[in-house]
């Protein structure tokens, strides 16, 4: 155990020195925080809402990360590709798995920090009024994890060719889907001729129709489950194409 721990250590250390020994862990923290205030105060409209909550805040979540957590994944494994270091990398004496956890660990922490940092926000709605701090931890968390779900989805399709403008390309086309199928517009073209059972078939399968749930400030396991099962499942055809390359 303490030898797999090891190697994650390495090899997490080695990826999130690299987020920050390079300017783009600064641009994407910089247009994430952007983003999120631009929408969240021009858009939503958060001030004239009269509401201390951070809904306005959460729901453009799944629309920035499908855009800007692709461009963080593209690079995880097709620029190791590109630069010919990833054969380097398989001679090392670690497992498939524990080269693919551990850099997947230090996009997900990258990630995190970036959304730690909106937490001016969580400071502007306490001065406002008196939020729910419990349904603002389920948004926070909820955001964590639908970030590592998208984040998994980028590191499978970045594993599949040298290009990350391919691999973004393609990643940004999967997130769309998990996050149609559980778009409102979406479900409702889909009920005017499929059946119930089939329409939330699709619509458990979005990332949106979780991340809603988790939003209204209930911590459902269920909701977590499907997180870490998307997670699990896009890791596991991550590792297929690594352990197929390393054979």
Not at 79 to 96: A, D
Not at 201 to 218: E, K, P, W
Not at 227 to 244: E, K, P, T
Request: glycine share 8%.
């Amino acid at each position: 155990m303490n030898k797999i721990f090891n190697h994650l250590k390495a090899i997490f250390k080695r990826e999130i020195s690299g987020y920050f020994g390079s300017p783009v862990a600064y641009v994407f923290i910089a247009i994430f925080l952007l983003l999120s205030g631009f929408f969240t105060f021009n858009i939503s409209r958060f001030f004239e809402m009269g509401q201390a909550d951070l809904r306005a805040f959460f729901e453009w979540h799944p629309w920035i990360y499908m855009f800007l957590i692709p461009a963080v994944a593209m690079r995880l494994w097709a620029e190791e590709r590109r630069m010919g270091t990833i054969e380097l990398i398989l001679t090392f004496p670690v497992t498939t798995g524990e080269v693919i956890f551990g850099k997947f660990l230090a996009a997900w922490v990258f990630i995190g920090a970036a959304l730690f940092l909106t937490f001016p926000m969580v400071l502007s709605v306490m001065y406002l009024g008196n939020p729910d701090l419990g349904s603002i931890f389920c948004g926070y968390t909820g955001s964590f994890l639908m970030a590592g779900a998208f984040l998994s989805v980028g590191s499978m399709t970045s594993s599949l060719t040298r290009s990350q403008v391919i691999s973004f390309i393609v990643a940004v086309v999967i997130c769309l889907f998990f996050i149609l199928a559980g778009y409102p517009p979406v479900t409702d073209v889909l009920s005017g001729w499929a059946p119930g059972w089939l329409i939330n078939i699709v619509s458990n399968l979005s990332f949106l129709t979780h991340f809603t749930s988790i939003q209204r400030g209930v911590l459902d396991f269920r909701d977590i489950l499907y997180y870490f099962s998307v997670i699990f499942f896009m890791l596991f055809a991550n590792s297929i194409v690594i352990q197929n390359r390393r054979d």
